[in-house]
Every structure is written in structure tokens, then in C-alpha cells.
């Protein structure tokens, strides 16, 4: 499977936005979305980078399904600024609402209120597996890119349905995780970043040299598709980059 991640609207941007502010980023991400998915089987939407009020993943995919789009919607779900009650209230919309899958992950720090729930993204796998909801939904957890598996061990006991790791830089990073864990029957998603001058920013903060991959950036998404048959393509300040790759890669979607 191909996936692309995207980011719902912001619903603060120095000021509260109006309804109408919102409607249009709202109708744009939904139009980058349809035309985007001619040349993917997946769409993850995120959950407040940064920790920066946007309008709920879970709410954008609902909107996405109504509109007809017969695609896989999974969404990132914060547990940093959430308690166990908001929580189900999120998981019970997600299953409602027709979503395949969430991400349980910590999140960023929000610039302002509260920082931290305490709550562990495995325990909250844990305890939505446990009432059942494995059944309607898939988890998964996130994992570094060179993980230490010891220090992982309690995301692999809660058994998700699989991992997402951070962005990759090798094949070599792929492989590793693959050879630990996909034998133990979970799924495994690389999140890659496409390569472009946009995009340099963000590759300059998680520290990875873009430019070790981009001029064989097709291969380098194909061989570790070969690995996984999942891979997630995040492009987050390039859109028209990132629908190139994807019709290049197109051919991945069908596997």
C-alpha cells in the first residue's frame, strides 16, 4: 500500500479563525486529498503537529468518506493532551465514522495549557484492545527509526496491528525492523520524506541529508516497498512534489 500523509486545517493561525476561514483550507485539503488519490490506496491524516490546533483528523477523514472516496483513512490520535474519556469519545467516532485505523502516539508539546496527560501511547492501545475495539479498528504504535528493541518491548507486548516508524534515511533502517518484527505478524509503515527544496526545512530538523536518496528517490521508495508493502509519503511543505512521486509511484498502489 501507498499512503500520504496530510495535515487538516489550522483553526488558529495567530487569531481564531472564522467558519468561512476554515471552510476554504477545509475544501482545499479535501480537493489536494481527491486529487492525490489517483495515485495512492491510503491517506493518514495528522492530529495537531506541533501542537497546533487544527480540526480533528477524525472529523477531515468522516468529511472525506461522505464525499464518497473509496480509499483507506487512518488518522493520528494525541494521547498528550487527552484523557481516558476523551479518548473513547475519539475511538468510538473513528469507528462510527467509517475510519480504518488510528496512531497512538504522544504527540508534541502544545505551546500552551497543559503539557502532559501521563498517559503512555501503549497503554492506551492496551486498554481500547482490550474492550474490543481491535475488532473495528486497526492501532498502531510509532517506533523510532533505529529502534532500541529493548526499550520497545512494551509496544510490541500490547500487539497493535502494527508500527509506523519516523522518518527513514536507509533501506538498511527498514530491513532492520523488518527482520525483528514483521515475523512476529505486525504491519510495518516507513513514513518517507520526499526530497525537494521545500521540504528542506523540515529535513534540516530531524538532522537526515536529503540528499543521499534524491536523485534515486523512485528506488529508494521501491526498494523498501519490496520490504514492507506499506509506506507512508509525507511531504509537508510540497504538494505538487509529492503528487509527482506519487504518480510515479503509482504502480506500487495496485500491490
Same mark, same amino acid.
Given at each position: 500500500m501507498i499512503r500520504y500523509e496530510i495535515n487538516p486545517p489550522r @483553526? +488558529?493561525?495567530? !487569531?481564531v479563525l472564522s467558519h468561512k476561514e476554515v471552510q476554504i483550507s477545509l475544501d482545499k485539503i479535501k480537493k489536494r486529498i481527491f486529487d492525490i488519490s489517483k495515485y495512492c490506496s491510503g491517506i493518514h491524516l495528522t492530529d495537531s503537529v506541533l501542537g497546533i490546533p487544527r480540526i480533528s483528523p477524525i472529523t477531515t477523514g468522516a468529511l472525506i468518506r461522505? *464525499? /464518497?472516496? !473509496? +480509499?483507506? +483513512?487512518t488518522a493520528s490520535l494525541r494521547v498528550r493532551d487527552r484523557n481516558l474519556i476523551s479518548l473513547t469519545q475519539s475511538v468510538y467516532?473513528? @469507528?462510527l465514522l467509517g475510519l480504518d485505523g488510528l496512531l497512538i502516539l504522544k504527540g508534541d508539546e502544545p505551546p500552551e495549557g497543559p !503539557? *502532559?496527560?501521563?498517559l503512555a501511547p501503549s497503554e492506551v492501545v492496551k486498554y481500547f484492545k482490550d474492550l474490543g475495539f481491535g475488532k473495528n479498528l486497526d492501532f498502531y504504535l510509532s517506533i523510532p527509526a533505529n529502534p532500541n528493541f529493548d526499550k520497545i518491548q512494551k509496544k510490541i507486548d @500490547?500487539?497493535?496491528? /502494527?508500527?509506523v516508524t519516523q522518518v527513514i534515511q536507509s533501506p538498511e533502517q527498514v530491513f532492520r525492523i523488518v527482520d525483528r518484527?514483521?515475523?512476529q505478524g505486525f504491519k510495518i509503515i516507513p513514513v518517507i520524506m520526499v526530497p525537494s527544496e521545500k521540504n528542506a526545512k523540515s529535513f534540516a530538523m530531524l538532522g537526515i541529508d536529503?540528499? !543521499?536518496?534524491? *536523485?534515486?528517490?523512485i528506488d529508494f521508495v521501491t526498494e523498501i516497498h519490496k520490504s514492507t508493502g506499506d509506506v507512508l509519503i509525507t511531504s509537508?511543505? *510540497?504538494?505538487k512534489a509529492a503528487s509527482d512521486i506519487l504518480e510515479q509511484l503509482k504502480e506500487l498502489k495496485r500491490n
Open positions: @483553526v +488558529i493561525q495567530e !487569531k461522505n *464525499d /464518497g472516496l !473509496k +480509499i483507506n +483513512i467516532d473513528a @469507528v !503539557k *502532559d496527560s501521563k @500490547v500487539a497493535p496491528t /502494527g508500527f518484527l514483521k515475523p536529503q540528499t !543521499k536518496y534524491q *536523485d534515486r528517490f509537508p511543505n *510540497d504538494f
